[in-house]
């Protein structure tokens, strides 16, 4: 926008002439008032000029009548340019961030809860961006999403073209895993999460494992996909914090596929999953504990494993695992992205996880209650894991071992 201009009126007690005067900041352009009489006249014709104005005397201390319309026109001019240049750069800024094509990626495989519910966002979340863009969902299962959260912060487009739908644990993988999860994860710019409840430990009706000291006394497997998941990390942690004798298998591409193996009978269970995950099933599981404070709605409140970690140090290190269950389901895109997109993105985020239609949607898919938290909150929990003290971090390292 143009540099403002303070205008002000001032009448000469010594003078017939209008003067406009402006702050000393501003250039002077244009003709004085004067000097845009003069001209007139020059153009016009002297005599006529002189016959119609000068013939009159005008009182000492007051200007013509044309030297005040004059100064007048040009005041309204500036104030109405300077109210066009505000127009005109809040419509710029409103237009600034347009989607088109917007690809979710999915860090699991298809028919898990990632997936899921990343396809039931792709169908509703066009609809409260800017440019109401078509979106698309792909997978790309790997390391519990550490795959692609690699992919996120090194070599997808930073425009807001491509979302990531990856594993909280993201936020401090790094510090359990520093050899294999080498970033920074306030690098991710966080959009927002659909879940804040607590996690279940479950296993298989046929297991015979239906009661907390079944579970941490008997010789079974747990499925998990990546050390860096979820699935793994709650496992390992009822497991090494309270000395329980199950082993942990990985591999598995997503929740889809333990949830298979555990119909099959190749494994027991799982750690680390979600209300919805078993509302669909819930005559076949046992549900055994649950990790983070809280009860997911219409589910009996049940014993909480770090409750029953004697030591307080490792309850310490247990509670800064938990955390991560107040932004289950996040939504990231990468460093260096704008952070117009991002506002935008956060914004039609929060307006999507309120919307009747949404919640309709995704309570035909399962029991799930939305409790959603924004990018920015997600961002300061982030920031306050990563406070944590040294002693703490070593301690929830060989948690999860």
């Not at 007051?62 to 005109?88: E, H, K, N, Q, Y």
């Not at 930073?158 to 510090?175: K, L, Q, R």
Request: aromatic content about 8%; some cysteine.
């Amino acid at each position: 926008m143009a540099g403002f201009q303070l205008i002000y009126f001032a009448i000469s007690p010594k003078s017939d002439a209008c003067s406009i005067r402006r702050s000393p900041s501003s250039h002077n352009s244009g003709l004085e008032p004067r000097e845009f009489r003069d001209r007139i006249s020059t153009r016009s014709g002297r005599g006529r000029y002189q016959s119609r104005h000068r013939s009159a005397k005008t009182p000492s201390g007051f200007c013509t009548g044309v030297d005040m319309f004059i100064a007048i026109f040009r005041a309204l001019r500036a104030i109405l340019f300077i109210a066009a240049s505000i127009a005109l750069a809040m419509c710029a800024r409103a237009q600034a961030v347009e989607f088109k094509t917007i690809t979710i990626k999915v860090g699991y495989g298809p028919g898990g809860g990632y997936d899921q519910t990343s396809r039931l966002i792709a169908r509703h979340f066009g609809r409260f961006l800017p440019g109401s863009p078509d979106i698309i969902v792909q997978n790309v299962p790997g390391g519990g999403s550490l795959k692609l959260t690699k992919m996120v912060l090194g070599s997808e487009p930073a425009d807001g073209s491509v979302i990531a739908s990856v594993s909280e644990a993201m936020s401090y993988a790094p510090v359990l895993d520093p050899q294999n999860a080498n970033f920074d994860p306030l690098a991710l710019q966080w959009i927002g999460s659909l879940v804040n409840e607590p996690a279940y430990c479950m296993t298989a009706k046929g297991s015979g494992i239906d009661t907390m000291d079944k579970f941490l006394q008997s010789d079974f497997l747990i499925g998990a996909t990546g050390k860096s998941s979820v699935t793994y990390i709650f496992a390992a942690l009822a497991k090494n914090g309270l000395k329980a004798k199950f082993k942990i298998v990985t591999g598995f591409d997503g929740t889809a596929d333990i949830e298979l193996a555990m119909q099959r009978g190749e494994i027991a269970g799982m750690c680390g999953v979600s209300s919805y995950n078993i509302s669909g099933n819930r005559d076949t599981l046992n549900l055994i504990g649950t990790f983070g404070s809280g009860t997911a709605v219409g589910e009996a409140k049940l014993e909480r494993f770090s409750d029953k970690i004697e030591d307080a140090k490792v309850r310490e290190a247990a509670a800064l695992i938990e955390t991560t269950l107040q932004f289950h389901h996040p939504l990231v895109v990468p460093p260096g992205t704008p952070k117009e997109t991002v506002e935008a993105l956060r914004k039609g985020y929060m307006e999507m996880v309120r919307d009747p239609a949404f919640l309709a949607d995704i309570g035909k898919l399962s029991e799930m209650t939305v409790n959603a938290t924004s990018g920015e909150d997600i961002s300061r929990l982030v920031s306050k894991q990563l406070n944590a003290g040294p002693d703490v971090f070593e301690t929830a390292r060989n948690l999860v071992k």
